[in-house]
């Protein structure tokens, strides 16, 4: 077969990574459930843990060849691959700069479990690269970025973090969940680890919990060794799941971007609409950076309804949208952060972080767009009612 590099990005999704059934010469790859192996060699002990059974093994190749990299390892989540990746590369000691806005579960990792190693940690306080550059410490080791952003869809510049890192011999590290490698390839840009929650738009069915690197071989060799220790593989059934998923990334993803699009600006359209935050918008305050570095805007977008509609009755009188926490499936969901993921802070510690209590995260899903813009104009309208 051709250098994957050569290969187009649907014919990548569908057989990069393959696994051959040698045996029957089956259509797709064989599930390789087996976790003993034949000592073949103090070279490869084969083991799920190892992160080297068939179906890890080869399932690797498409996600390094998705995210332009040499290498790739897969995770039973994304906290499993990020926690994994950022040990592999710290110790005590060591200093870590992270962008101040990035996913809850990372931001509990930091903060629950870095002091306790004696690795120290500083957040920025914007997207700016110049705001990396000033908390630059002697020690530091990592520069982390997640971008877009969740959930007001910041943009970091992923060239100028990488620029940096690398005149200052700093390894940087982009959690590239919400683009997916459909939209933005980090390394590209000069990023050396991309991770992923593959929960998210890699699975993209709301089935599998599942995680990603792709790096070179050098910085996947020095993760596996931590990794190893940590233990988060994924099982062969759902590597299995996982590579049926990424057959059709780009077919779903690129519909739920161009789903996006539409329904950003629908919304921005919209008078009981305040604000929508989307990339893809001319609106957005950093549309230029993200069309240097993004090769669609992706498919998570939020808006600010205005004051009289509330979060919760919208969402409730939606019939095909459904609430959920979660994102990226195929289907469209909504979360309003002010009433769940940050419930717990105070209502003026949300508004600095620009959370208004009518903010709503869309995840557009693969349906058709005048069926979302129609829920959503029932809704209002039976909200409007209701408020009389
Ligand atoms: C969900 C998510 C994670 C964590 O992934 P899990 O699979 O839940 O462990 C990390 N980053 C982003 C941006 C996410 O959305």
């Known amino acids: 077969m051709k250098d994957s590099k050569k290969l187009g990005i649907n014919t990548i999704c569908v057989h990069t990574g393959e696994v051959k059934d040698e045996q029957f010469k089956g259509a797709v790859s064989p599930m390789f459930m087996s976790t003993s192996y034949a000592f073949d060699g103090v070279d490869i002990k084969r083991y799920p843990r190892y992160f080297n059974t068939p179906n890890q093994e080869m399932l690797c190749k498409k996600i390094a060849a998705l995210e332009h990299t040499e290498d790739g390892l897969i995770f039973g989540s994304g906290m499993a691959a990020i926690s994994s990746a950022m040990f592999a590369f710290l110790k005590s000691g060591d200093h870590v700069i992270i962008q101040h806005v990035i996913y809850g579960g990372t931001f509990n990792l930091v903060v629950a479990e870095f002091e306790k190693y004696g690795i120290e940690y500083s957040f920025t306080e914007s997207d700016k690269a110049s705001d990396f550059k000033t908390l630059l410490k002697e020690n530091t080791k990592i520069l982390y970025i997640e971008t877009p952003s969740n959930p007001l869809l910041g943009i970091t510049d992923i060239a100028e973090i990488a620029a940096l890192a690398k005149e200052s011999g700093v390894i940087t590290?982009?959690?590239?969940?919400?683009?997916?490698?459909?939209?933005q390839n980090p390394a590209d840009f000069g990023i050396d680890i991309i991770v992923h929650s593959a929960t998210k738009y890699m699975g993209g069915h709301s089935d599998i919990s599942a995680g990603a690197i792709a790096a070179s071989k050098e910085h996947i060799a020095q993760i596996w060794k931590t990794a190893i220790n940590f233990?988060?593989?994924?099982?062969?059934?759902?590597?299995?799941?996982?590579?049926?998923?990424?057959?059709?990334?780009?077919?779903?993803?690129?519909?739920?971007?161009?789903?996006?699009?539409?329904?950003?600006?629908?919304?921005?359209?919209?008078?009981?609409?305040?604000?929508?935050?989307?990339?893809?918008?001319?609106?957005?305050?950093?549309?230029?950076?993200?069309?240097?570095?993004?090769?669609?805007?992706?498919?998570?977008?939020?808006?600010?309804?205005?004051d009289g509609i509330d979060a919760m009755d919208f969402q409730n009188a939606l019939k095909l949208i459904k609430p959920s926490l979660s994102l990226a499936g195929l289907e469209s969901t909504t979360v309003s952060p002010a009433q769940t993921t940050h419930a717990l802070l105070s209502a003026e510690e949300r508004l600095e972080r620009g959370i208004k209590e009518?903010?709503?995260?869309?995840?557009?899903?693969?349906?058709?767009?005048?069926?979302?813009?129609?829920?959503?104009?029932?809704?209002?309208?039976?909200?409007?009612?209701?408020?009389?």
């Open 173 to 183: 590290m982009i959690d590239n969940t919400f683009a997916s490698p459909i939209n």
């Open 231 to 306: 233990g988060g593989n994924l099982s062969d059934q759902n590597v299995w799941l996982l590579e049926r998923s990424l057959k059709t990334l780009n077919l779903r993803v690129k519909e739920q971007t161009k789903n996006a699009q539409k329904m950003a600006e629908y919304l921005e359209n919209n008078k009981n609409i305040d604000r929508v935050y989307y990339p893809g918008l001319k609106s957005h305050p950093q549309h230029e950076l993200a069309k240097k570095q993004m090769k669609g805007f992706g498919a998570m977008l939020s808006f600010e309804l205005i």
């Open 358 to 388: 009518g903010l709503i995260r869309f995840s557009v899903g693969i349906e058709e767009s005048e069926d979302l813009i129609e829920d959503i104009a029932q809704a209002i309208k039976s909200v409007h009612k209701r408020n009389g």
